[in-house]
């Protein structure tokens, strides 16, 4: 594994994003893993090191998050700064094409690019989201992302990730370890504080919210789909999977049982749902 980072920009600053890359990086194979909102990209460290050996895989972490820059101006934390970051990470790499594997947010963005002509997307992977979310969804995670908690120790920090992120799965004491060594840094009263800007929820709090729904972007996706579903998850209701099967792109649902919102892709069986995935869809 290695880290990096290059410079970005939003509508009123330049900024970096970081990113961790796994893998040979002369392969043509590329793999963009993207998190979800308040995650980073050492999320997919147990999946990117499965991986490695077939696919360069590039885990950047969306600004405000992680080992990316916090935004100088807070409304920029918007879809159209992310867009550009990655289509800036794109042209980086200096590839073609690249396969796009997104969950929640990170799902959103893989979209939102996927949709656009000339898109350099060739393959999508999305985890537990979709083209339509419910405000009940919205609002539940609006009730932890705007808070800036402080903790007195990682295992109270764990504590948080295990309530917060139930949704994830049984994951194993090892994978909630990895989690949390890579969800907090120790702040100056050597209290710890999560690694993400609390102000990555003005758009959730600045406005009620509503039914988020992204149809219209949705039927532009030409590329092939592979959908993840956690049985149990709130934001990707099961009529609105079964919908997208059938609705725009070619793609194939995969229910992941006894998980919810957002299956973790940590355990082993998780994996091989994307490998196989990967290696059957290599040719289309």
Known sequence: MQTSSFLSISAHAFHKVAYTEWGDPDNERVLICVHGLTRNGRDF?????????????????????????????????????YDVDMAALIAR???????????SMGGLIGMLLAALPDTPIRRL??????????KAALERIAQYVGTNPRFESLADVE???????????????KQWGHLTRHSAHKTEDGRYALMYDPAIALHFTTAPLE??????????IGCPVLLLRGTKSDVLPAEIAEEMRTRGPRTQLVELPGVGHAPALMAKDQIDVIRDWLLDTRES
């Open 159 to 173: 504590a948080h990730l295990r309530d917060v992120h139930a949704g994830f799965g049984p994951l194993t004491d």
């Open 45 to 81: 460290d147990f999946l990117a090191k499965a991986l490695a050996e077939d696919y360069r895989v590039v885990c950047p972490d969306i600004v405000g998050r992680g080992h990316s820059e916090w935004l100088k101006v807070k409304e920029d934390y918007i879809y159209a700064t």
């Open 93 to 103: 790499l200096d590839v073609e094409h690249v396969d796009w594997l997104g969950t």
């Open 125 to 134: 992977i999305i985890n537990d989201i979709g083209p339509f979310i419910p």
């Open 211 to 220: 039914d988020m729904d992204l149809w219209a972007v949705w039927d532009q």
